[in-house]
């Protein structure tokens, strides 16, 4: 969250300016940090239809995230100092907004911070999974092999939503120009037949005379499409965020048929692999638990793993809580942890479910891919299909009543 401050420095001089951190207090120690105290501090509400000075294309990627944790891991493991690592991968840095931050956190650590709480300053960049794993390696004296993890871990998640949003540029891209053509057919080319026909006279088909009623409508009344389309593309997307709305989407998407299979793949391989992680750090079943929930952006899945870290903490095995939820947790699953459990090396169970669903979400992606392309091309016959009827049924009708 963003920060808009009031704060007097050592001297006593007025500053004002804004901070990100978890909270007011989070964010009131930070600036402490920097001898400069605070006497006003209000969290800064983001426009909702504000791109921010072009906030849309600085946007910090996981891809960003992947590569700086490889080159701050290969930089530790050659004994380069934190703070000079730091500020040569800031030097690197295109977008100013991450080399603010990442010049910030040098300074953090040069006044003491460990490298895991001045990463914690920016909760909205480097997520609780990440600033724990760090804190696990920092204890372990592994810091650099945390890091490695964490940019296979970034790059994995960046590939599988590139490969995502890669098969539905096509389909979008298809859809987008059909519509165009209808819309310029329906405006230009049927009042023409329209014209045509009239002057003719004789039987029209029923294709044709819908089709003339909708071009009727959209040349008319086309502006009224336009504001409900743009309404309920703006309800649905306050609806879709606010908790209720987000709520029954989760619940709904994973039930969907095809997308739903798909979307508990993705969700149980980031469950998975990041308990597995966390476990192989070190961390307890609970924390780890913990640590999880805050990473699934899935309603079902969070309340779910809110439940298993309660009842495991009061000593309950993770296998008897996820049983009890067969649509969401395959019973593949609650085996697989239950042999870990019984055999003490859970984390090399939950890694072979995450190698497993890491293949079973690739073959999603290319099944999907080899289906899209033949649906699309029937869909575009039909309706190429109904437009040629509709418009060449009546022409041919009168040439062949001249």
């Known amino acids: 969250m963003k920060f808009a401050y009031q704060a007097r420095s050592k001297e006593g001089k007025i500053q004002t300016g804004t901070i990100e951190a978890s909270s007011p207090e989070a964010a009131a120690v930070l600036l402490q940090k920097y001898d400069i105290y605070p006497t006003s501090i209000q969290e800064v509400k983001p426009r909702i239809f504000s791109?921010?000075?072009?906030?849309?294309?600085?946007?910090?990627?996981?891809?960003?995230?992947?590569?700086?944790?490889?080159?701050l891991a290969v930089m530790?493991?050659?004994?380069?100092?934190?703070?000079?690592?730091?500020?040569?991968?800031?030097?690197?840095?295109?977008?100013?907004?991450?080399?603010?931050?990442i010049v910030n956190i040098s300074e953090l650590v040069e006044e003491g911070n460990s490298l895991s709480d001045a990463f914690s300053a920016y909760p909205k960049i480097f997520d609780v999974f990440y600033v724990s794993l760090l804190k696990s390696g920092e204890a372990s004296g592994k810091v650099s092999e945390s890091l490695y993890y964490l940019s296979d871990h970034l790059e994995k998640e960046h590939d599988i939503g590139a490969k995502v949003k890669g098969a539905m540029v096509y389909p979008i891209l298809v859809l987008i120009v059909l519509v165009v053509v209808i819309v310029i057919i329906m405006v230009m080319v049927v009042p023409q037949l329209n014209v045509i026909l009239k002057e003719i006279g004789g039987n029209i088909p029923l294709f044709t005379k819908i089709m003339m009623g909708f071009s009727s409508f959209l040349l008319n009344f086309g502006w009224i499409i336009l504001i409900v389309f743009f309404g309920l593309v703006g309800f649905l997307i306050y609806y879709l965020r606010s908790p209720a709305g987000k709520k029954n989407y989760d619940k709904i998407s994973i039930k969907l048929p095809l997308v739903g299979g798909f979307l508990k793949k993705v969700f149980l391989s980031r469950f998975a692999a990041n308990v597995s992680t966390l476990i192989s750090a070190g961390l307890p079943v609970t924390t780890a638990l913990s640590i999880t929930k805050a990473t699934i952006n899935n309603f079902v899945y969070k309340?779910?793993?809110i439940e298993a870290e309660k009842e495991v903490s009061e000593g309950e095995k993770m296998s008897s809580i996820l049983v009890r939820y067969p649509e969401a947790i395959p019973v593949f699953v609650t085996q697989m942890i239950k042999v870990g459990e019984d055999t003490g090396k859970i984390d090399k169970t939950l890694l072979e479910i995450v190698n497993f669903y890491d293949k079973e979400v690739e073959r999603g992606v290319e099944t999907f891919m080899s289906l899209i392309e033949p649906i699309l091309i029937i869909f575009l016959a039909v309706v190429v299909a109904i437009l040629a009827i509709s418009v060449m049924s009546p022409l041919y009708g009168m040439l062949s009543a001249l």
């Open 51 to 71: 791109l921010g000075k072009g906030r849309l294309f600085r946007k910090i990627s996981k891809k960003d995230l992947a590569i700086f944790s490889r080159q």
């Open 303 to 305: 309340e779910i793993l």
């Open 76 to 101: 530790l493991d050659a004994r380069v100092p934190v703070v000079q690592s730091l500020l040569s991968i800031a030097a690197q840095v295109t977008k100013a907004d991450f080399k603010e931050k």
